[in-house]
């Protein structure tokens, strides 16, 4: 009986472990997808490779994100931790990207990727703090689009690398053409974050009333 305990909850652990390494998996790609991006000849990429490589992570960084929450939530396998985590990662994961962009042929300005740092820091405190005071502030829609905008762009700079590398679009172009679709990105993100804050302004309120 206890060997059959035992295995039970071995089982029942694996979807857990799974979903807590996928969620890991965005933060460690992270400072993997700057490097290569960055010094993509000492890995002995060619100009060609390089998009293709860092497509590879960018889809494996996404895909970690779909399936963390698909296995946690299969599995009723969602914790505290993994609530915090994951939107941590995400933050993490899709920043990092932008903010290599800000190198590089890219040359995204700083000023623009900060829209996506300053409104998750702010929502990731307001949560915080409210959760602190015992007020839990749900996850919205515009948050989930907010994602796939961003994870959108991203691709899509990736996918004008590759005519750039061949010589197809020249380096102005890249670079306007990822400004406008990252700019595209920042406006909803900034949307989002003023969205969030006005459909959970009761809960706000509920927490900041408390003493």
Known sequence: MRLGTLSIQIKGSLPLKLALYLTLARIVISPIFLLVYLNYQAFGLTLFALPVALLCLLTVSELSDFFDGFIAR?????????????????????????????????????????????????????????????????????????????????????????????????????????????????????????EYIYANRSFIRQAWSKH
């Open 74 to 194: 299969k599995w009723n396998q969602v914790t505290q931790l993994g609530k915090i985590l994951d939107p941590m990662a995400d933050s993490i994961a899709r920043i990092s990207v932008f903010l290599t962009f800000t190198q590089g042929v890219v040359q995204l300005p700083l000023l623009l990727v900060l829209v996506f740092l300053y409104r998750d820091v702010v929502i990731s405190m307001l949560r915080t703090l409210c959760a602190l005071r015992g007020v839990t502030l749900a996850a919205r829609i515009s948050g989930k689009i907010k994602a796939v905008i961003q994870a959108i762009a991203a691709f899509v700079i990736l996918l004008l690398m590759i005519p750039y590398a061949l010589g197809k679009l020249s380096l102005q172009s890249l670079q306007e053409i990822s400004l406008y679709v990252v700019a595209a990105a920042a406006v909803y993100t900034l949307f989002s974050g003023i």
